[in-house]
């Protein structure tokens, strides 16, 4: 069987040409010898060559300059150079400069040549094969990120082209409630307030996945600025404390020491605190919130606590708080409806600060939703 | 009471179309009905509104192209339009149009009465300083900066004097950000890039709703703009042109402003 020509000698001694068929004559894979350039360069560009041996010492053409034309026009192509011990120099200076593969010094001994042949064909092999995966990889990520730019641009239009029809709804259900169009008893009120308060849970559903979505592709900015956690803190509870009031809960705040501005997106940072806070005064029936800042400057965060007297989470529950649509058997009626998607929505939020965000929780006692956020920068840039 | 305000409703969606007509006339607005664009222009022919409500994505004439025949090759259309939007494109929203005010759909019906009821009687949201409570409310400022950098700079020089700041950076979101949430004045660079700052400031004194803001138009200094400055700060609208060498310049500009 005929082997497929992979390595090219170029030598302008016939003597040295002359053995080295023979001395392939063994081998699995054939050899191409020649004493000229042009042939040369006519074999590397008709048969598959994965490597190249060439002499340094011609007179048409130095080997280290040979060499190097093979590398611009056959990158791939694993360069091995025959010296004498006076070329030591061009040699070195070959490898240094990435020329060359490797030398082989005059006179040889076979059985280093030959092994020298077959790493020189294995390292092509190798490279070939670990170039064909990345190629691979590249074009499978292309395509996983096509995919994902097919989805976002899915979930916004369905998002937009959901609001139409349930801008409809909503507002016929409301026009009733609101009694624009004349009394309504008290039952039909409650029938409708049922259906009222599906349709403001599905409006949220929405918004929620938009915001997940938008936040998860890296579209929203964050709007990072250095300033007060407490004022931010104070804001939310403020907006939430007669909620919490008319269940009788209180909210207090243990704001610790010495707590340093920090750069945060307020208006992303207020979402987060009205998603746990509002958590939190959900699943309370009796005591209260407290909402607690420490300073860990020496580890370079702040961490933000907000602490409930609720009934716990279940240990094996805690790790799938943050998914998406997981919402916990609470025991409670969930008379809100919550979407399933706000933990999500926080961790992301948390995330792109550069921060972190988990549960711990005592079944019976409370659970305390905790997240730290860094003092210096080290938030996610997109 | 002042004669009954007109209302043109143009909306393909004739559920929600007739919904808010019922909204309207319970409160004794006069409203009449267009399913397209087009419809729109021909009840203009015999219609003389008092306020616009226009739906964006409608079958033969949408809103957008609506609204460039209403305005006849001037920059503004001859009556007030409040638009409808399912949120899609707010970019090209505020780029092309100039309008006196959006709403977001879904939306709550008392939200849409108030906006309605703003833009016709041009009433204004803004300069609310005392809450229930009585108790001194800090003042809202919002910075619209597309570099983060200096909308940091700024940002912590006015939370630093006890301003709330609501920060926005590019030009679409800080017109978002001001007409969500009013601010007592509002800190624009004049150098944004989707919308320049200028034109923001100009779209949002269009809008009812926020056309009481103080606006500071701002560029840090710099020798070759000068004369592009002067043309833009004796533009309208702009309670302000500050060119800083020094971000600090902009906290007494405030200051001063919110004195007098």
Redesign the interface.
Known sequence: MEKNIQVLFLDDEESIIDGMQRLFMREPYGVATTTQLDKAREILATEKIKVVVSDQRMSQIAGVKFLREVKEKYPDIVRILFTGYTDFTAAEEAINLGEVYRFISKPWKTSELLMTIRQAIEHYDLIAKSKTHEQEMEIANRKLKAMYEIQKEFTSTVS??L??????I???I??VV?R??GEINAEQEEVLGRAKSSVDRL?RLIDDILDLTKIESGKV?M??????LH?VIQDVIESQKDLAQSRGLTIKVEYGEHVP?I?L???RMIQVLNNLIGNAIKFTKKGGITVKTEDKSSENHVIVSIIDTGKGIAPEDLSKLFQKFQQIESGHENEEGGTGLGLAICKEIVTRHGGKIWAESQPGVGTSFKFLLPIQERRVTQ | MSQAKKILLIDD?V??QQ??K??FK?KNYIVETANNGLEGLEKLETVKPDLIVLDMNMPKMGGLEFYQKICEGQEHPKYPVLVLT???NMEQLFKQLNIDGFM??????VDLLTEVETIIEKKSNAGIKVDARGARVPHKICVVENN?EM??KI??IF?GSGY???????GT?GIE?IAGAVPDVALVSLGLEDIAGDMVILKLKLMAKTQDVKYILYTPKSAERAAIAQKISQKEGIERFVEFSDPQELLSAVKEMLKG
């Open positions: 937009h082209e609001r139409t029809p349930l801008a409809s909503k507002t016929a409301d026009i609101k624009m169009v409006k900015q709007n990072f600025m250095v300033n007060d004022r501005h750069p997106d307020s208006d | 969606d559920n929600l919904l808010m019922v909204i319970s399912a949120r899609a977001a759909k879904p939306f709550e019906i983060p909308l940091n940002g912590s939370l709330m700041v609501n920060p926005a950076q590019n979101e950000r």
